[in-house]
T-cell receptor
Framework: DIQMTQSPSSLSASVGDRVTITCRASQDIISDLSWYQQKPGKAPKRLIYDASNLQSGVPSRFSGSGSGTEFTLTVSSLQPEDFATYYC?????????FGQGTKLEIK | EVQLLESGGGLVQPGGSLRLSCAASGSTFNSYAMNWVRQAPGKGLEWVSV????????YYAESVKGRFTISRDNSKNTLYLQMNSLRAEDTAVYYCAGCADGSCYSRGFDPWGQGTLITVSS
């Protein structure tokens, strides 16, 4: 199975800050990785697909990069609505696996 | 664009069974691969199962293999999850989520349903 190690598990930041979340895969997953935002009581929402492609309608302050085994999600300038939990997902091989999540909180 | 709506959640005793449904709106359901993803209270997301667009290929997480069965009826635009031998650790919100490419190799999961809660307890 492909393990996804996501870090940090939590992050405290201020509005306007730049933040980066990392996911490392236990083996090469090429670019078969997507990023999701989840707010309390809501379904996850896709932000980035195929490692670096921005979902339509998602603000351009979100960006993704990486390939192979190391991937990052960056928010260039945090807005109040960005405080949420973020997950990566590898869909390269079965079983698909999510990262453990990063809870982004207001400092 | 496909929209998804789960149903069938509720309270069930350990060892019991339940069938979840995920109804899709839109005419392209039969081209989507469909997944079930669950989230235990206060925990992260866990992928459960996928069925490809043709319905012949299915895969499961080890934690549910042999107990859960995923299926689809493309004529009814509906995805199902038959859950047997339920355990307390199956308690979670269950989401259905689609892959537009038919096999989930690219683009990941979108759209998602709103989720349905399963509670396994005596």
């Amino acid at each position: 199975d492909i393990q996804m190690t996501q870090s940090p598990s939590s992050l405290s930041a201020s509005v306007g800050d730049r933040v980066t979340i990392t996911c490392r895969a236990s083996q090469d997953i090429i670019s078969d990785l997507s990023w999701y935002q989840q707010k309390p009581g809501k379904a996850p929402k896709r932000l980035i697909y195929d490692a670096s492609n921005l979902q339509s309608g998602v603000p351009s302050r979100f960006s993704g990069s990486g390939s192979g085994t190391e991937f990052t999600l960056t928010v260039s300038s945090l807005q109040p609505e960005d405080f949420a939990t973020y997950y990566c997902l590898q869909h390269h091989g079965h079983p698909y696996t999510f990262g453990q999540g990063t809870k982004l909180e207001i400092k | 664009e496909v929209q998804l709506l789960e149903s069938g959640g509720g309270l069930v005793q350990p060892g019991g069974s339940l069938r979840l449904s995920c109804a899709a709106s839109g005419s392209t359901f039969n081209s989507y691969a469909m997944n079930w993803v669950r989230q235990a209270p206060g925990k992260g997301l866990e992928w459960v199962s996928v069925i490809y667009s043709g319905g012949r290929s299915t895969y499961y997480a080890e934690s549910v293999k042999g107990r859960f069965t995923i299926s689809r009826d493309n004529s009814k635009n509906t995805l199902y999850l038959q859950m047997n031998s339920l355990r307390a650790e199956d308690t979670a919100v269950y989401y259905c989520a689609g892959c537009a490419d038919g096999s989930c190799y690219s683009r990941g999961f979108d759209p998602w349903g709103q989720g349905t809660l399963i509670t396994v307890s005596s």
